[in-house]
C-alpha cells in the first residue's frame, strides 16, 4: 500500500511557510488531493482482490459438491461389491477432499478477514483526510498558532474526524456532525466561545480576540504538555487558574 503523504509534518510545513493563507489553502488541498488518490486505488484493489477470492471459495464449493457425487457412486459400488480395492480407494479421495477443503476454507476466512480489516482502514483514512481538508478550509481565515491546530481539529471534530459523517443535504454530500453543523459552522461557533477565542491572536483574525490563556493576550494558547512545547511552569498556572483547558490539553497531548 501506498504510505501516505498528508502528514501532521507536511501540513505544519506548508503553515508555517511565508505565503499567503489562499496560496498555503491551496498547496494544502493539492496535497490532500494527491493522497486520497492514492487511498481511492488501494482501497479499490483491495475490493477487487476480496472479489476474487471469494470466487476461488466458489469454485472449491462445486468442485466439493462434484466429490460428494463422485462419492456417492463409490458407495454404491462399494455395496455392491465390496472388494477391499474399492473401499481404500473411497476412503483416500474422501479423506484428501476433506483435508483440502477445510484447508482453503480456513485460508480464505483469514484473508477475507485481512482484507475487511484493510479496506476500513483505508476507508477510516479517507474520512480522516477528507475532515482534515474540511478543517483547513474552515479555519483558512482564522490566525491560529499551528501548534494549536492538533487540539483544535481533536476538540472540533474528534480523532480522525469521529463526530463528522457524510450526509446528502440536496446539494452534494457534505461533513455534517450530530448537531447538524458543517466544519465551518463548528468552527466559527467554537471559536466564538470565551474558550476557543484563547485560540485566536488578534480580533481581526477570525472574529475574537485571543489571549493565552492567562488573559495577558500575548498569543494563543501552546500546549505546555506537548513535547515540542513543554513548559512545566505553564502547565502549574492552567492547573491552578484554568483546570478544565489543562485537562483537556493533557489529553491532547497523551500525557
Not at 455395496?79 to 480456513?106: C, F, R, T
Not at 475487511?116 to 479555519?139: G, P, R, W
Not at 487540539?151 to 457524510?166: M, Q, T, V
Amino acid at each position: 500500500m501506498k504510505d501516505p503523504i498528508f502528514t501532521k509534518e507536511a501540513v505544519e510545513k506548508i503553515l508555517a511557510g511565508q505565503e499567503e493563507v489562499g496560496q498555503k489553502v491551496d498547496a494544502l488541498f493539492s496535497l490532500y488531493n494527491e493522497d486520497l488518490n492514492g487511498l481511492k486505488l488501494n482501497r479499490d484493489d483491495l475490493k477487487k482482490e476480496k472479489e476474487t477470492l471469494e470466487l476461488k471459495v466458489a469454485d472449491l464449493t462445486a468442485a466439493n459438491a462434484k466429490g460428494a457425487e463422485d462419492f456417492a457412486q463409490l458407495q454404491k459400488q462399494l455395496e455392491a461389491n465390496s472388494p477391499d480395492e474399492i473401499k481404500k480407494a473411497y476412503e483416500q479421495k474422501q479423506s484428501e477432499l476433506e483435508s483440502s477443503y477445510k484447508g482453503v476454507l480456513a485460508e480464505k476466512d483469514t484473508s477475507i478477514k485481512t482484507l475487511t480489516e484493510q479496506l476500513a482502514t483505508a476507508q477510516k483514512n479517507e474520512h480522516s483526510l477528507k475532515c482534515v481538508q474540511d478543517f483547513n478550509k474552515a479555519t483558512a481565515g482564522f490566525d491560529i498558532e499551528p501548534s494549536s491546530r492538533d487540539f483544535l481539529f481533536n476538540a472540533i471534530y474528534g480523532p480522525d474526524g469521529g463526530n463528522f459523517s457524510e450526509r446528502d443535504l440536496g446539494n452534494g454530500l457534505q461533513l455534517i456532525n450530530k448537531d447538524g453543523q458543517t466544519g465551518e459552522g463548528a468552527v466559527r461557533a467554537f471559536l466564538n466561545t470565551d474558550f476557543g477565542k484563547k485560540f485566536l491572536k488578534n480580533l481581526s483574525s477570525g472574529g475574537g480576540a485571543g489571549t493565552n490563556g492567562n488573559g495577558n493576550g500575548k498569543g494563543p494558547v501552546v500546549n505546555p504538555w506537548k513535547k515540542e512545547t513543554l513548559n512545566l511552569t505553564e502547565q502549574a498556572r492552567l492547573l491552578r487558574d484554568d483546570p478544565e483547558l489543562a485537562k483537556q490539553m493533557k489529553a491532547a497531548a497523551g500525557a
